[in-house]
């Protein structure tokens, strides 16, 4: 999107060069990588980088106010409610589309927020590799405050670390090496010392629980939480020994009630010129005269799972408990990134940690030129897929 550096981009882009930073993307830790790398990064011009940093303060403050709290409570279902919740989630991510607005100027568009983990040390691998490969120049950053990749990392280990030491803090997951994101699990181990684990290896003493750390049964006081809900309540097969709901003597990051609390349910609290108009469909008296023009979300669901992109009557009416979905109007993705035949959509999700405030620290992008970001409308299409985003400091 800043045109000089798109064109100077595609004009050094080769398959060879391509080819070379996807092999060693999979080869330096020997995980092949389980989703699509995108030939190339994006570049946000200033005036977008602007209205993203204003986005996310409007979100962000809002999430902050006293009014979200007590609107947020109604999320959380109470039989999965899990003890000792902090005073607010420690990960947060928000999905902004890049869109234009009446006038043609660019502008990001809400289209998910997550009090939830994601992808934060493999996107420093990917900006370390792409540098290798491609000429990303020095005035070049995906970190934001001020952070370079030593700094970044440092307080990304904080907030996931803290005081303990690192044998003592787990990253859980559900057989993390079968993930998707296990490139993530362990980038996550080498950059900070924390090992995935599977919530079927842990054991439990009272309050405390345990893991078999190279053969020394060890006391674990912190969990990174990467297990989706929606994905454990689906696993009627794993056998663990604790649950999340019991009085457990841990410390969260992030706490699963903000899983609930900061998620889709809380769009429709949000109004600003970034969200796109969304409302729960029970509250709905009467169906908007242009449900093409919306999106259907069930709440709960990850990576896309339930969203019905064609809206009709019908298919609103015949859903039973319509407190659990919102209706959204859809977000008019610009095809704006230049790549050798069609042009790509892009989504940029800005990840934060939240200590005593949000603070942005890195940021991630997914290229389409389908319907949708996913990969089955992304089928046999090039540059598109997994990717990061650069601006001019």
Same mark, same amino acid.
């Given at each position: 999107?800043? #045109?000089?550096?798109?064109? /100077?981009?595609?004009?050094?882009?080769?398959?060879?060069? +391509?080819?070379?930073?996807?092999?060693?993307?999979?080869?330096? +830790?020997?995980?092949?990588?389980?989703?699509?790398?995108?030939?190339?990064?994006?570049?946000?011009?200033?005036?977008?980088?602007?209205?993203?940093?204003?986005?996310?303060?409007?979100?962000?403050?809002?999430?902050?106010?006293?009014?979200?709290?007590?609107?947020?409570?109604?999320?959380?279902?109470?039989?999965? $409610?899990?003890?000792?919740?902090?005073?607010?989630?420690?990960?947060?991510?928000?999905?902004?589309? *890049?869109?234009?607005?009446?006038?043609?100027?660019?502008?990001?568009?809400?289209?998910?927020?997550?009090?939830?983990?994601?992808?934060?040390?493999?996107?420093?691998?990917?900006?370390?590799?792409?540098?290798?490969?491609?000429?990303?120049?020095?005035?070049?950053?995906?970190?934001?405050?001020?952070?370079?990749?030593? @700094?970044?990392?440092?307080?990304? /280990?904080? @907030?996931?670390?803290?005081?303990?030491?690192?044998?003592?803090?787990?990253?859980?997951?559900?057989?993390?090496?079968?993930?998707?994101?296990? *490139?993530?699990?362990?980038?996550?181990?080498?950059?900070?010392?924390?090992?995935?684990?599977?919530?079927?290896?842990?054991?439990?003493?009272?309050?405390?629980?345990?893991?078999?750390?190279?053969?020394? /049964?060890?006391?674990?006081?912190?969990?990174?939480?990467?297990?989706?809900?929606?994905?454990?309540?689906?696993? #009627?097969?794993?056998?663990? %020994?604790?649950?999340?709901?019991?009085?457990?003597?841990?410390?969260?990051?992030?706490?699963? &009630?903000?899983?609930?609390?900061?998620? #889709?349910?809380?769009?429709?609290?949000?109004?600003?010129?970034?969200?796109?108009?969304?409302?729960?469909?029970?509250?709905? #008296?009467?169906?908007?005269?242009?449900?093409? %023009?919306?999106?259907?979300?069930?709440?709960?669901?990850?990576?896309?799972?339930?969203?019905?992109?064609?809206?009709?009557?019908?298919?609103?009416?015949?859903?039973?408990?319509?407190?659990? +979905?919102?209706?959204?109007?859809? $977000?008019?993705?610009?095809?704006?990134?230049?790549?050798?035949? @069609?042009?790509?959509?892009?989504?940029?999700?800005?990840?934060?940690?939240?200590?005593?405030?949000?603070?942005?620290? %890195? %940021?991630?992008?997914?290229?389409?030129?389908?319907?949708?970001?996913?990969?089955?409308? &992304?089928?046999?299409? @090039?540059?598109?897929?997994?990717?990061?985003?650069?601006?001019?400091?």
């Amino acid at each position: 999107m800043i #045109k000089e550096l798109r064109q /100077k981009y595609n004009s050094e882009f080769t398959e060879e060069k +391509y080819n070379a930073f996807v092999k060693d993307l999979d080869t330096v +830790y020997n995980k092949k990588i389980d989703f699509r790398i995108a030939e190339t990064p994006i570049f946000l011009p200033k005036h977008l980088l602007n209205e993203l940093l204003n986005a996310s303060k409007e979100i962000t403050d809002a999430l902050q106010t006293k009014e979200f709290k007590e609107y947020s409570k109604n999320a959380l279902p109470k039989q999965l $409610a899990v003890p000792n919740e902090d005073e607010h989630a420690s990960l947060l991510a928000i999905d902004f589309a *890049i869109c234009k607005d009446e006038n043609r100027n660019f502008i990001p568009q809400l289209i998910e927020l997550q009090g939830f983990a994601s992808l934060y040390c493999y996107q420093e691998l990917l900006n370390s590799t792409m540098r290798k490969h491609f000429d990303i120049g020095d005035n070049l950053n995906s970190h934001f405050n001020g952070l370079n990749r030593e @700094t970044y990392l440092a307080k990304f /280990k904080e @907030t996931i670390v803290g005081d303990s030491d690192p044998e003592n803090v787990i990253l859980l997951e559900i057989e993390p090496e079968k993930q998707k994101t296990a *490139i993530d699990f362990i980038c996550t181990e080498k950059y900070i010392g924390v090992k995935p684990v599977c919530l079927t290896k842990i054991t439990k003493e009272g309050k405390k629980l345990f893991y078999d750390n190279n053969g020394k /049964k060890t006391p674990i006081d912190r969990i990174y939480n990467r297990v989706i809900y929606d994905e454990l309540s689906k696993r #009627k097969d794993l056998n663990y %020994n604790f649950r999340f709901t019991e009085e457990l003597d841990v410390k969260w990051i992030a706490h699963p &009630n903000w899983f609930f609390k900061i998620s #889709k349910y809380s769009m429709p609290f949000l109004k600003n010129k970034y969200v796109p108009p969304t409302e729960f469909l029970s509250d709905i #008296k009467e169906y908007p005269s242009d449900l093409e %023009n919306y999106v259907l979300k069930p709440l709960y669901s990850f990576a896309g799972a339930g969203v019905v992109f064609d809206v009709k009557k019908e298919t609103l009416d015949a859903i039973e408990d319509k407190s659990n +979905y919102i209706l959204q109007r859809k $977000a008019n993705y610009e095809a704006s990134i230049l790549t050798p035949d @069609t042009p790509a959509k892009a989504e940029i999700r800005l990840l934060f940690v939240w200590d005593d405030k949000p603070m942005l620290i %890195n %940021n991630l992008v997914r290229l389409s030129k389908g319907k949708m970001m996913g990969v089955d409308f &992304n089928k046999d299409k @090039t540059w598109v897929g997994s990717s990061i985003a650069y601006y001019e400091k």
